[in-house]
């Protein structure tokens, strides 16, 4: 008997024509049966967001062999969840997010689409690694990266990953990269959030922006740290968010 490829279901929140979730398939079509289920705008910021006010609508884009793209109108989420729902009729080896472009280090982590795919994969029980490049360029080069993003979907595909934990992949836009560094998720805020753009008539309006302050900037296990000093940084993360380590004092304050 023929053994079926592993099947990874692919997403972003940059939406299906971006260049990073285009660069993907072709980086890892090799390693299994490729489904890509995305939105069919971008949807960056969305986290785990679901669509529940309005309908959610898919369509075939392109099929061919070992590859079968999809757009969704929903979010990043509503897209790991339609495909598990309607599409694939198996369970997936892997959930992949990206290649998003832009970073998703540190605290960035909490509002990106891209690990929302992730998040929504390991609650699922499904390996789950989320890509990012460390540039918002629309054109940017992701070829540099293209055999570490190999590598390390190979590894997870054959090693797989403890219940309840995914990767968060960042890589660094350097002359060369130094390695790739298991990392921790940096401390920190975001700070200067708001660029005001008044206007002559009416309330003004708002573009997002902001730089990001560490909390601990001594640190050089973290994943911003790594990134700065040109590695690819792979931090494990949990969907688990309980603090344990406050449990036992929760209870003696409420008792």
């Known amino acids: ?27 890892i079509r090799h390693l299994g049966e490729i489904v890509v289920m995305a939105p069919d705008s971008p949807r960056s910021g969305s986290g785990c967001a679901l669509t529940v006010v309005s309908p959610v609508t898919y369509r075939m884009v392109k099929k061919e062999e070992g590859v079968t793209i999809y757009q969704c109108s929903g979010t990043p989420t509503d ?30 982590v909490h509002y990106s689409g891209t690990i929302g795919i992730v998040i929504e994969g390991c609650l699922r029980g499904i390996p789950s690694i989320g890509f990012s490049l460390c540039d918002h360029r629309a054109e940017t080069d992701f070829q540099p990266a293209a055999l570490f993003i190999a590598q390390i979907t190979e590894k997870v595909l054959t090693a797989g990953l403890p219940s309840g934990v995914c990767l968060n992949v960042n890589i660094p836009v350097v002359p060369a990269y130094k390695g790739i560094k298991a990392t921790t998720q ?7 959030e708001w660029e005001p753009c008044p206007r002559s008539n009416g309330d003004p309006y708002f573009w997002l922006t902001g730089r990001f302050v560490e909390r601990e900037p001594d640190t050089d296990t973290t994943d911003y740290r790594a990134l700065q000093e040109g590695y690819i940084t792979v931090t494990p993360i949990t969907v688990d968010l309980t603090a344990y380590g406050f449990v036992e004092q929760l209870q003696k304050m409420l008792s």
């Not at 729902?85 to 280090?105: A, E, M, Q, Y």
């Not at 940096?186 to 200067?192: F, P, R, T």
């Open 1 to 27: 008997m023929r053994k079926e490829r592993p099947l990874i279901l692919i997403s972003n929140d940059d939406g299906v024509w971006a260049k990073g979730i285009n660069e993907l398939v072709r980086f």
């Open 79 to 108: 897209c790991v969840k339609l495909a598990l729902h309607t599409i694939l009729d198996r369970k997936p080896d892997l959930v992949i997010g990206g290649i998003n472009h832009g970073d998703n280090s540190a605290v960035n």
């Open 186 to 192: 940096a401390k920190g805020y975001w700070d200067c």
